[in-house]
Structures are given as C-alpha cells and as structure tokens.
C-alpha cells in the first residue's frame, strides 16, 4: 500500500504547480489604457504614398524581393513574356553589381515546332552579349545580371503583387 500513498503525493505535486510553473496571461500584463508605443495606424498608407512617389506614376509588374533575406530590390520592373518567372528593371534598389566577374551568355537557336531548327532564329547567335552578375546588398544573394545597356534581368527574386 506504500505505492498507492507515493502515487497520492505524485497526483497532488501535479495539480498545483509551484511558482516557477504558474502561468500568466499576456492579457493581465497589458495595460490597454495606454496608446502601444511602436503602433502606427497610417503607417500603410505613408508607404504605399512612398512607393507611389518612388514610381513617379508608373505601374509595375511586381515588386521585387530578395529570396534569402526579403529585402526590396526593385518597385518598378516589367514581367517577361515567355519566362514568367522573370523580371527585368532599370531601376533598382539594394543591388549591388559583381566587380570584375563577366558573364557570357550565347544565345541559342529558335527551334520550330517539330524540335528541328528554324531557318529563322530569335536572336543573332553571332552576337555575344556580356552581363554582369547582379547581388543582394544585404546579404549578397545572387539575384540576376545587369546587360551591357544596364537593364536588370532578375530570375532569383520573390515577386510580390504592387
């Protein structure tokens, strides 16, 4: 019967929790009386006017973010065409442009319907184009290249609705 008293005593520890295990509400601490300290109200609709004047009127496509750490890289690009995943933009924020590495990118044929080649091609395969890598400022995440006219090409960023 020694077992059943030790399991009595066992029962009892665990229905009334000592100090370091009684829980508080988060609602009895909050004085709700006083105003939040770091709360603004109008702070949506003093950031979409910033973005609004960033743009000077123009609309975009998306807006850009960094995939490894969030930050805003571009309010105001154009989606491409055939590659929906892709985004191109002149200008640019948080960005930042690989020195002295280049890279080459040779274009390939038009293929026809059929997988056989096309007499006609999309681009000039003779022409070279030379584009720069393109990093995040923050945490130097490559996101894209800049081309030798200084268009942005992005296709590892975070499209979100602008």
């Not at 508080?24 to 006017?49: C, M, N, Q, R, T």
């Not at 930050?71 to 960005?95: D, I, M, P």
């Amino acid at each position: 019967m020694e077992g059943d008293g030790k399991r009595e005593r066992m029962d009892m520890d665990m229905d009334s929790p000592t100090n370091s295990q009684q829980t508080v509400s988060d609602d009895d601490e909050i004085d709700y009386s006083v105003k939040p300290e770091f709360y603004d109200s109008g702070a949506d609709d003093k950031d979409e006017l910033w973005v609004q004047k960033q743009r000077k009127g123009h609309g975009s496509d998306a807006i850009l973010s960094c995939p490894a750490c969030f930050t805003t890289l571009c309010l105001q690009c154009q989606r491409h065409e055939k590659y929906v995943t892709q985004y191109r933009a002149v200008f640019v924020v948080n960005c930042k442009i690989g020195s002295g590495q280049v890279e080459q990118i040779t274009p390939t044929p038009k293929r026809g319907k059929r997988g056989r080649e096309s007499n006609e091609s999309e681009v000039n395969p003779s022409s070279d184009e030379i584009f720069k890598p393109v990093f995040c400022a923050v945490c130097s995440t490559h996101v894209g290249v800049i081309d030798e006219d200084e268009v942005y090409h992005f296709f590892n960023v975070l499209p979100s609705e602008s």
